[in-house]
């Protein structure tokens, strides 16, 4: 189940993160959205599943880092509530 956090979660970084150069920052919204309201109906273990990678890739950024590191960071800590899996 990794593997497949991973590539969800890190698409949804890609979204995200990258610039206006990069993607339609609309279309990145709408995908959010999509995503997120698919992954509401994810079962306990797989919210967890991907709530783990995030906690894990996260703690992989701790310290002092470039800018670039600190938004994936902060991306990871608010992964959860920004797509509506955790309360807070």
């Not at 609309?26 to 995030?54: F, G, I, P, W």
């Not at 906690?55 to 992989?60: L, M, Y």
């Amino acid at each position: 189940m990794k593997s497949l956090a991973e590539a969800i979660v890190e698409s949804a970084a890609f979204l995200e993160l990258s610039g206006d150069e990069v993607i339609d920052p609309d279309s990145a919204v709408q995908a959010l959205e999509s995503m997120s309201h698919s992954l509401r109906s994810a079962s306990d273990q797989e919210k967890r599943a991907l709530l783990d990678y995030c906690r894990d890739q996260a703690s992989k950024l701790d310290g002092p880092r470039s800018p670039q590191d600190e938004k994936r960071r902060d991306f990871y800590h608010g992964f959860g509530e920004a797509l509506g899996l955790t309360d807070k």
